[in-house]
């Protein structure tokens, strides 16, 4: 099973400010089969990235996905105020099971 | 539109069966897997296992092999997520979701909106 770490648990930042999220890989990701969501409280979560990089349809360009192997990163380029919410990395290469990281919450500071 | 919409909340007691559901409208049922996902309160997403409509193929988890069955009625377009005997750790949210597109490796692109599932004595 891969495991997925994220880092850091929590991040406190002001809207307008630079998020980047970091999900690392117990082991290589095959053809960068890694996934981005964000949930909000009291909701499914979103799919905002796909293929590592992929923006879903829909989602917004100040969202952007990076990384290959086993390091992978989510970078929010300037926050808005919806965007404020939990995100989760799923890998989905390698099954069963596919796997989800612990989450990163980005908080308003 | 393309959406799964799930069964409502219940209340249940240890040792229960259950039975939830997710139907999908909008796109072709048969020709994408479907998998559910377990949100216990104020955690993460965990993967139980996934299925494929159009021939009822079924993965599990190993952590939920044996304690859930995952099926699909194509003739209604709506997979299905049951247990024999429930256990109150089995409180939480279910979501069932849907792969992007024709294919196992693939993201998960839509979502139902969630079954909560409570079982207390």
């Known amino acids: 099973e891969i495991v997925l770490t994220q880092s850091p648990g929590t991040l406190s930042l002001s809207p307008g400010e630079r998020a980047t999220l970091s999900c690392r890989a117990s082991?290589?990701?095959?053809?960068?089969?890694l996934a981005w969501y964000q949930q909000k409280p009291g909701q499914a979560p979103r799919l905002l990235i796909y293929?590592?990089?992929s923006r879903a349809t829909g989602i917004p360009d100040r969202f952007s996905g990076s990384g290959s192997g086993t390091d992978f990163t989510l970078t929010i380029s300037r926050l808005e105020p919806e965007d404020f919410a939990v995100y989760y990395c799923?890998?989905?290469?390698?099954?069963?099971?596919?796997?989800f990281g612990g989450g990163t919450k980005v908080e308003i500071k | 539109e393309v959406q799964l919409v799930q069964s409502g909340p219940e209340v249940k007691k240890p040792g229960e069966s259950l039975n939830i559901s997710c139907k999908g409208s909008?796109?072709?049922?048969?020709?994408?897997?479907i998998a559910w996902v377990r949100q216990m309160p104020g955690q993460g997403l965990e993967w139980m296992g996934i299925?494929?409509?159009?021939?009822?193929?079924?993965t599990y988890s190993p952590s939920f092999q044996g304690l859930v069955t995952i099926s699909a009625d194509k003739s209604i377009s709506t997979a299905y997520l049951q247990w024999s005997s429930l256990k109150a750790s089995d409180t939480a949210v279910y979501y069932c979701?849907?792969?992007?597109?024709?294919?196992?490796?693939?993201?998960?692109?839509?979502w139902g909106q969630g079954t909560m599932v409570t079982v207390s004595s």
């Open positions: 293929g590592a990089s």
């Open positions: 909008g796109y072709r049922f048969t020709d994408y897997w």
């Open positions: 979701a849907k792969k992007r597109t024709i294919g196992a490796t693939r993201a998960f692109d839509i």
């Open positions: 799923q890998q989905y290469g390698t099954s069963p099971p596919e796997t």
């Open positions: 082991q290589s990701v095959s053809s960068s089969y």
């Open positions: 299925i494929f409509p159009g021939d009822s193929d079924t």
